[in-house]
């Protein structure tokens, strides 16, 4: 083996020398074989008519220019470069190494042995250089010519591709997909909005026109793929040229924003599928980073359900903001599991507990809470899904509404600073027990915000696990006893996009299996927002808490599930209703046709955030209320099949799925013209 090593070894710095000689053999004879031309085109090409003297002169320096020649290419490295790698670097190098010994040739040739004609100095210089540069690029142009021949032959024929965008992030993406032999594709053109662009080249790629001329230019270069490369574009701007890429039936493709261009990360790999949140034509929610800093900096916060789509997502938003540990407790180890891992190698110096837990075991919970003593809590732990948890109401009442009670109750108990419970649009006027179910929840959180207030709460039930009801005192650290001090708060938002159990998942399955793709209904509307802008709004909401309040985040406007599902499909690259059939299946047990963000008698608050408002809260008989949960409890634990009616005696808004009057279609419409919701 140390013999093939050693044999290995001398024959790379073998094939090292031989390379290198052969250039220097070669340069030998380019130099001077140069200014020999250049002398013959003086005199018309004919070797006879050279003047004598002019003839000696050049024998007798070429000796010595040789050399030197070969030492400053030497001292220029033009010997150690790997050439199929040859770059402006080397370019630059051989330029140098031209200008130096063309100033050589002259100044030499006429001190040692008289004045030369001008063009054989202007001639023999230009002639050097290209055939020094042409032996050494020579290499790296057929390795070019014969991998694009090979991508050829690999793709049977072309993908044309088409680039949207003709400035420097567009000119990156050409590059690449010109010398990347993993880039499948030839660039056909350009299409930019910049009217001085047009009818010109890049690269020998022409910018045939703006946005306007996509289909047109589809069809012309018989366009597969396109390219968005403008990531300076607006939200509002992306979506607009996105609507019509779509039409086309190609494959898209995203350059994600002005981050990657910045930082150089600008290639084919670096581009993304164009996401269905493209085009919903939102600029990216703002908040203000320096509130929620000082809100969270240095405090201990607990996330309840934090492996889910929402409470992973707040977890790693939270672990950004220096705080000095971070509980997250979830009943699912698989989730929990990875969301540790993600964070320990993310966020490395995070103070990390990750503990299984169900919120429906009170001793557990107040275990977790007296041992930790978290100082903000955000309660993401819920049964989501609306039909499952029409197949199974009371689990939902068990889980949402006592999962919720006794984190809250450990929360008081424990000197929590802050409870944040994350809420749902379906909550208003649900026709659902899921909303229902959320309803309750607020109801819980207002009702313990306002005894805690009221300094009453000794009027709180405690709600154990069939156990008895035992007093708690309220201590802090040190053993001392002191009055509840939480601020209760919900924060209320629609449809996310992405989250476990959200409609687009399924949508891209559907596509994948070629269809149909299901929908529920034509004219069913819902809200939607990106998952970071969901939970960076929940935890600006929680910075404005005093205690109470039901933050409404605002959705945007709304958008119909059956244009989303036809919009996927186009993004997927095919024709809805002829390459994928779409299909009404009828809404699901407990759903509606439209989501409301706000009760009406609620009304609205402003904050210093325009997208978070604050309802105002709908009075109600806490005490009867509270006193009537154990029952309510009691009726959940034995799976009461009468648990809907339960419910619709505590949330007056209920009105279950077949009792309410199906909204017309002319008033959906009107909700998606004028935004649905929030005035």
Known sequence: MAGKKDYKKNFGLEHWHIIALGLILYDTVSVNAAYLFALLLRFDLRFSMIEPKFLSNFYWFAPLYTVFCIVIFYRLRLYKSIWRFASYDELIRLAAASVATSLFQVVGMTVLHGRMPTSYYIVGAGLQFVLAIGVRFSYRFVLLLRGRRGKEELQGKHTNIMIVGAGNAGQMILRDVKRSPQVSGVVRCFIDDNPNKHGRYIDGIPVVGGRDDILYACNQYSIDRIYLAIPSATAAERRDILDICKETGCELKNLPGVYQFMTGEVSVSKMKDVDIADLLGRDQIK?????????????????????GSIGSELCRQIAKH????????????????????????????????????????????????????????????AHKHVPLMEGSPNESIKNNVFGTYKTALAAMHNGCQRFVLISTDKAVNPTNIMGASKRLCEMIVQSFDRKVKAHQVDHIPVICNHEAAMAH????????????????VAVRFGNVLGSNGSVIPLFRKQIAAGGPVTVTHPDIIRYFMTIPEAVSLVLQAGTYAKGGEIFVLDMGSPVKIDTLARNLIKLSGYRPDEDIKIEYVGLRPGEKLYEEKLMAEEGLQKTRNELIHIGSPIPFDEDAFLQSLPGLLEAASENDDRIREYVARLVNTYHPAGQEEETTKKEILSKVAVGAGVS
């Open 287 to 307: 908040v203000d980073l320096s509130e929620i800093f000082a809100f969270l900096s240095g405090k201990t916060i607990l996330v309840t359900g934090g492996g």
């Open 473 to 488: 005192a309220v201590c802090n650290p040190e053993g001392e006893v002191e009055a509840p001090r939480t601020e209760f």
């Open 322 to 381: 220096s705080v000095k540990r971070l509980i997250v407790v979830d009943i699912y180890e698989n989730n929990a599991y990875d969301l540790q891992q993600e964070l320990l190698r993310n966020v490395p110096n995070l103070d990390l507990v990750v503990l299984i837990a169900s919120v429906r075991d009170s001793r557990r919970m107040e275990q977790i809470f007296a041992q930790y003593r978290p100082e903000i809590v955000f309660h993401a732990a």
